[in-house]
């Protein structure tokens, strides 16, 4: 038997894992989504710690000083 990889359930088709999303206000929702987009991860975690600032705020975000 072959299984394709449309017929695997992912981690995040589970509903239940997602429930809590329908409690966050709006930042937080936004943040539950910049967190998981590629290219903001990748500028975040590509950046020496100096240039978080400025990764930060090309994304929206502001930092805390």
């Known amino acids: 038997m072959t299984m ?4 695997i359930p ?3 088709a589970a509903p239940a ?3 809590y999303a329908l409690d966050l ?4 929702l936004a943040w539950e989504y910049l967190r998981r ?3 903001y991860r990748a500028a975040w ?5 100096k240039r978080r ?10 930092c805390r000083s």
């Open 25 to 28: 206000d709006g930042p937080a």
């Open 37 to 39: 987009h590629p290219g």
């Open 17 to 19: 894992a997602y429930l």
């Open 10 to 12: 992912s981690p995040w």
């Open 45 to 49: 975690l590509g950046a020496p710690r």
């Open 53 to 62: 600032a400025a990764i930060a705020s090309r994304w929206g975000l502001r």
């Open 4 to 7: 394709h990889s449309d017929t």
